[in-house]
C-alpha cells in the first residue's frame, strides 16, 4: 500500500500569506490519482482538488495543485481567514483501497 | 445538489454490530457512474476509507483489508440509501463516520456521526 506523508505538519501564517502544502508518496503515483481536501472543526472534509491540479466545483481559484510522480503541492495564493483549517490529500487508483494523508493544519499566527 | 443524510446509534456495546444508513438525495444509489462510501476518522487511525457499494449493470463492493472480514456496504433501491454494518466492533471501532460519494475523490459527504464503543 502506497503512503501518503504530508508536511509540515503544522503552518502558522497570517492572513494574505501564502500556504504551500506538501503530499509526498512512498511510489511514483499517476497524478490525476491525487486529491486534496479542507476540513474544518465539527465538518466533513471538503474537495478542493481533483486529478492533482483540478479544481471541484465552488472552489475559489487562490486554491491551487501540482505536482507528479512522488511529490505534491497544494497552494494557498493569499489566505482569506476561513482558509485555517486542516488539509488533507487523498490518492486514488484504478481500485481501492483509497489512502489519506495524516494532515497538515494551517493555524492563524 | 446531492445531500448525503446519516442515521444511525452513536453508541455500541463491545462485540455488537455498528450499523448505519446514508439517506441520498440529488442523485440515485443505482447511478451507473456514482459509487457510494463510508469512510472514518479518528485520532490515531486518520482518514480510513471503509468501503463502497456502486452500480454497473450489476452491484459491486470494495473494502478495505482492515476490515474486509466485519463489513457489509448494501444498497436500498427503495428508499435511495445504503448503509454499513461493522460486525464484532471493539473500542478501536470509535470513530466519526462518513457516507460519502466517489468513485475516485469524494466530492460529496455526510455530516458525520460520531460512534462510540463501550459497554
Known amino acids: 500500500e502506497i503512503v501518503l506523508t504530508q508536511s509540515p505538519g503544522t503552518l502558522s501564517l497570517s492572513p494574505g500569506e501564502r500556504a504551500t502544502l506538501s503530499c509526498r508518496t512512498s511510489?511514483?503515483?499517476?497524478?490525476?490519482?491525487l486529491a486534496w481536501y479542507q476540513q474544518k472543526p465539527g465538518q466533513a472534509p471538503r474537495l478542493l482538488i481533483y486529478?492533482?491540479?483540478s479544481r471541484a466545483t465552488g472552489i475559489p481559484d487562490r486554491f491551487s495543485g501540482s505536482g507528479s510522480g512522488t511529490d505534491f503541492t497544494l497552494t494557498v495564493s493569499r489566505l482569506e481567514p476561513e482558509d485555517f483549517a486542516v488539509y488533507y490529500c487523498?490518492?486514488?487508483?484504478?481500485?481501492?483501497?483509497?489512502?489519506f494523508g495524516q494532515g497538515t493544519k494551517v493555524e492563524n499566527k | 445538489q446531492v445531500q448525503l443524510q446519516q442515521s444511525g446509534p452513536g453508541l455500541v456495546k463491545p462485540s455488537q454490530t455498528l450499523s448505519l444508513t446514508c439517506a441520498i438525495s440529488?442523485?440515485?444509489?443505482?447511478?451507473?457512474?456514482?459509487?457510494w462510501n463510508w469512510i472514518r476518522q479518528s485520532p490515531s487511525r486518520g482518514l480510513e476509507w471503509l468501503g463502497r457499494?456502486?452500480?454497473?449493470?450489476?452491484?459491486?463492493?470494495d473494502y478495505a483489508e482492515s476490515v474486509k472480514s466485519r463489513i457489509t456496504v448494501k444498497p436500498d433501491t427503495s428508499r435511495n440509501q445504503f448503509s454499513l454494518q461493522l460486525n464484532s466492533v471493539t473500542p478501536e471501532d470509535t470513530a466519526v463516520y462518513y457516507c460519502?460519494?466517489?468513485?475516485?475523490?469524494?466530492?460529496?459527504w455526510g455530516q458525520g456521526t460520531l460512534v462510540t464503543v463501550s459497554s
Open positions: 457499494t456502486y452500480y454497473r449493470s450489476n452491484w459491486y463492493n
Open positions: 460519502a460519494r466517489g468513485g475516485h475523490e469524494f466530492d460529496f
Open positions: 511510489q511514483s503515483v499517476n497524478s490525476i490519482y
Open positions: 487523498q490518492l486514488y487508483g484504478s481500485s481501492p483501497p483509497w489512502t
Open positions: 486529478g492533482a491540479s
Open positions: 440529488g442523485d440515485s444509489v443505482s447511478s451507473n457512474s456514482a459509487a
